[in-house]
């Protein structure tokens, strides 16, 4: 059972652990370096839950071994939070403002796949919100909340850029 | 839901893999994106005793095109087949049938080999591969060599590969002026593997058809190429009412499958499989064969 050293940057801070090469990036995440804000449902790439961008794009992070992750960049659902501490960011606002959760399990899963998401598309139509949001499974919604919450989200977005761009 | 131990191993060159793979052996998988193997060694249907990551071999990435063919390295993504400019343009087909493949983030990490490796008879890329008469290339410390597509699939998730063979690229053709293609797939839910699916290209000239290809997913244990439907189409007269209209491409459908044996299971019957089939066969044509037609007509037209 040799573990082996992996160094990576999570949400912006640079991190070592060892670990076995068995072990998941979100076992990794959520064992080794404390961020639980990842969760693990299926642990075999069907739900979304434990999604995280990993050098931006987003993966499930149950499909890639943690030593997979050795030198790249990932972020978890804790570093979309707001910039002040204990605030959110605007896709988590989204959710919270459209009733886009209920037990909540499934909604870091959905927020990292949403952010990449309008990254890419940051206007986008409903059907394409439904195909986006495909790959994420929740069990208490029924996922109307949740395609407002993309919507809003998009809106939220594109203002924070607009604000960003006037800013700069 | 946690894989069984098993030792990492990370090559930085193809060669360095390959000698790995010599060495381990039978014990021995190649981790390319794992968006299939990672699921099967956490459920514990597989636990191979060594991985051998290939993700940062840089020489099994990259696109390049000579003498009409495409080379696209193994380790392609599967949104990098949907993105990538010289597939777009050559192959338009592999970056269709990429869309198809999972969520997006699968598309993210699954890669073109891997997916080719692995040999899901419900997967779109082996079906592409087939219709287009792609070929594989594939290294071991023995060398390279190039197997044609229609010989790599021999079962569902079995091909001719050795142990100790990597793929490190696939050889597709460009079909040049005049062509169509397309995917059409029934799945229950966006994402999953299709219950019957069709990959098909058309290339037309002077109001015909000149060049077919059809490749049937999930309707046996490997991709099935339709040769017959492949030779009802060829020669025929590509215009609407004179030979290449919806009842006549039914009926190239119907005949594609009838004597296939689809599997039947709680996603559907072999029988209903087959109906499903000769709808997407005859929905992929018509879409082909729409684009195909008016390529042909803009062809030659000044720009």
């Known amino acids: 059972m040799s573990e082996l050293d992996v160094t990576l940057t999570v949400n912006g801070q640079r991190r070592r652990a060892r670990v076995e090469p068995r072990?998941?990036?979100?076992?990794?995440?959520?064992?080794?370096?404390?961020?639980?804000?990842?969760?693990?449902?299926?642990?075999?790439?069907?739900?979304?839950?434990?999604?995280?961008?990993?050098?931006?794009?987003?993966?499930?992070?149950?499909?890639?071994f943690g030593v997979q992750a050795d030198g790249s960049e990932v972020t978890t659902v804790e570093g979309l939070a707001g910039d002040e501490p204990g605030s959110l960011g605007p896709v988590q606002r989204a959710f919270w403002e459209t009733h886009g959760l209920q037990c909540g399990f499934c909604?870091?899963?959905?927020?990292?796949?949403?952010?990449?998401?309008?990254?890419?598309?940051?206007?986008?139509?409903?059907?394409?919100?439904?195909?986006?949001?495909?790959?994420?499974?929740?069990?208490?919604?029924?996922?109307?909340?949740?395609?407002?919450?993309?919507?809003?989200?998009?809106?939220?977005?594109?203002?924070e850029l607009r604000r960003e761009e006037a800013g700069s | 839901m946690k894989a069984a131990v098993f030792e990492y191993h990370r090559p930085a060159s193809a060669e360095a893999a390959v000698e790995m793979l010599a060495e381990l052996?039978?014990?021995a998988k190649v981790l390319a994106g794992g968006q299939s193997l990672v699921p099967v060694m956490a459920m514990r249907l597989g636990r191979p005793e060594h991985l051998v990551d290939v993700n940062r071999i840089a020489e099994l990435g990259g696109v390049s095109r000579?003498?009409?063919?495409?080379?696209?390295?193994?380790?392609?993504?599967?949104?990098?087949?949907?993105?990538?400019?010289?597939?777009?343009?050559?192959?338009?087909?592999?970056?269709?049938?990429?869309?198809?493949?999972?969520?997006?983030?699968?598309?993210?990490?699954?890669?073109?080999?891997?997916s080719l490796a692995h040999a899901d008879p419900a997967a779109e890329l082996p079906a592409v591969a087939v219709a287009l008469d792609a070929v594989i290339e594939a290294r071991s410390v023995r060398g390279s060599r190039s197997i044609p597509a229609g010989d790599f699939f021999v079962s569902a998730f079995t091909t001719v590969l050795e142990p100790d063979e990597l793929v490190t690229?696939?050889?597709?053709?460009?079909?040049?002026?005049?062509?169509?293609?397309?995917v059409a797939e029934l799945a229950r839910r966006h994402g999953d593997f299709a219950i019957a699916g069709a990959a098909c290209g058309l290339q037309v000239a002077d109001g015909r058809i000149v060049r077919a290809a059809v490749?049937?997913?999930?309707?046996?244990?490997?991709?099935?190429?339709?040769?017959?439907?492949?030779?009802?189409?060829?020669?025929?007269?590509?215009?609407?009412?004179?030979?290449?209209?919806?009842?006549?491409?039914?009926?190239?459908?119907?005949?594609?499958?009838?004597?296939?044996?689809?599997?039947?299971?709680?996603?559907?019957?072999?029988?209903?499989?087959?109906r499903v089939g000769a709808h997407m066969v005859a929905r992929a044509l018509g879409l082909a064969l729409a684009e195909a037609r008016e390529a042909q007509e803009t062809q030659g037209v000044p720009a």
């Open chain 2, 25 to 27: 052996g039978e014990d």
């Open chain 2, 66 to 114: 000579s003498d009409g063919m495409l080379r696209v390295g193994a380790l392609t993504r599967h949104r990098a087949l949907e993105r990538d400019e010289a597939i777009g343009r050559d192959v338009p087909l592999l970056a269709r049938a990429a869309t198809h493949i999972g969520h997006f983030q699968i598309r993210n990490r699954g890669t073109l080999g891997g």
């Open chain 2, 215 to 274: 490749a049937l997913i999930g309707m046996g244990s490997v991709p099935i190429r339709a040769l017959t439907a492949e030779q009802a189409l060829s020669g025929a007269a590509a215009d609407a009412g004179a030979g290449a209209d919806e009842a006549d491409l039914a009926a190239v459908g119907r005949d594609a499958v009838a004597a296939l044996e689809p599997p039947s299971d709680a996603h559907g019957s072999a029988a209903y499989r087959r």
């Open chain 1, 23 to 64: 072990r998941t990036l979100a076992d990794l995440l959520r064992q080794e370096l404390g961020l639980t804000g990842t969760h693990l449902a299926c642990e075999h790439g069907v739900c979304g839950s434990c999604t995280v961008l990993v050098d931006g794009e987003a993966v499930r992070s149950c499909l890639m």
């Open chain 2, 169 to 182: 690229a696939v050889h597709l053709p460009a079909w040049g002026p005049g062509s169509g293609f397309a």
């Open chain 1, 107 to 159: 909604t870091p899963g959905f927020v990292v796949s949403v952010t990449a998401f309008l990254r890419e598309c940051p206007d986008p139509d409903d059907e394409q919100i439904r195909e986006a949001l495909s790959g994420n499974l929740c069990r208490c919604t029924g996922y109307q909340g949740i395609v407002r919450a993309v919507r809003l989200a998009a809106r939220l977005c594109r203002e």
